[in-house]
């Protein structure tokens, strides 16, 4: 086991906890631990997760829920890789099962809709960095910092075109899914899984159904996705919570909505199966 963490004791500590309470020798772990804010330089060890092979299982551990890191999009970036994980160090007690799980199975199931999104984050944050004083930079940074790019993002463009996707290109585009199909059932917020504050429970049962039966179900809105974001949260409701617009141009297998014509009409979102949720 490799653990990248600054302060020497807190890796120690690591350590010693899997060998004295777990019970295992942490040099036979084919696992990779690193601690989230690993380097200052950086928002989180995201970036270091994402710069090291994936051909070991990686774990981000700090303190609390990964929701902290909600605005950091390297550490959004590497969670949404298969072999990246995030472990919550005031639960330590749960390490053993999260470890014993990855030395069989190294990788997490991850949803494409995330992964877009998030390598779609990643991708704005670092164009938006080649871009930072760009006028005042000599010829050779400017060099260096195209040529990271075109590794990293670009590999077949050109100086021009690199600099023309990192002056238009924005996260907030609509339509980032287009062309693209989504199995699974989505649910509508307002009207539809919420009414005026309050849980639809009928709604609600229907998706955990839906789940326990092996649907992907996710949430989607057309209103502010982040006010509606921190609504969910205080009914611990944890599924997935999307923007319609990005799925402007996109098929989704089944939907529930207040308002089932819109998702055609005003979004351009086609829906194999619609259900109105007065018809729950």
């Known amino acids: 086991m490799k653990v990248y963490d600054t302060n020497e004791a ?46 070991q299982p990686i774990i981000l551990y700090w303190f609390g829920d990964q929701e902290q890191f909600h605005d950091d999009v390297e550490f959004q970036y590497a969670l949404s890789k298969p072999h990246i994980h995030y472990f919550d160090w005031s639960k330590i007690i749960t390490l ?4 014993e799980r990855l030395q ?15 390598e779609r984050r990643a991708m704005i944050s670092d164009f938006g960095g080649l871009l930072h004083g760009w006028e005042s930079l000599s010829e050779e940074v400017q060099k260096n910092r195209l040529d990271l790019m075109r590794k990293k993002w670009a590999p077949n463009k ?21 062309d ?16 005026s504050s309050r849980v639809n429970l009928a709604t609600k049962l229907l998706l955990e159904k839906k789940q ?47 308002k089932p014509q819109e998702l055609a009409n005003k979004h351009n979102i086609k829906v194999t199966k619609l259900i109105d949720v007065k018809d729950i």
């Open 158 to 178: 050109t100086d021009d075109e690199i600099l023309n996707l990192a002056m238009t290109c924005r996260v907030e585009e609509p339509g980032i899914f287009a």
């Open 212 to 258: 326990a039966n092996g649907k992907k179900v996710r949430l989607w809105t057309g209103g502010d996705k982040k006010s509606y974001g921190e609504l969910l949260k205080t009914f611990d409701i944890t599924w997935q919570l999307f923007s319609k617009s990005d799925f402007s141009g996109a098929t989704a297998e089944e939907a529930i909505d207040d």
């Open 104 to 118: 069989i199975c190294g990788t997490k199931e991850v949803d494409s809709a995330v992964a877009i999104l998030a």
């Open 96 to 99: 053993k099962d999260l470890i």
């Open 10 to 55: 807190s890796a120690g500590s690591l350590r010693k906890y899997i060998q004295c309470v777990m019970n295992i020798n942490p040099d036979d772990l084919n696992v990779v631990m690193i601690n989230a804010t690993y380097d200052q330089s950086v928002r989180s060890g995201g970036e270091l997760a994402l710069k090291l092979p994936n051909t």
């Open 180 to 195: 693209q199909y989504f199995d699974g059932t989505f649910c509508d917020i307002e009207g539809t899984l919420i009414n």
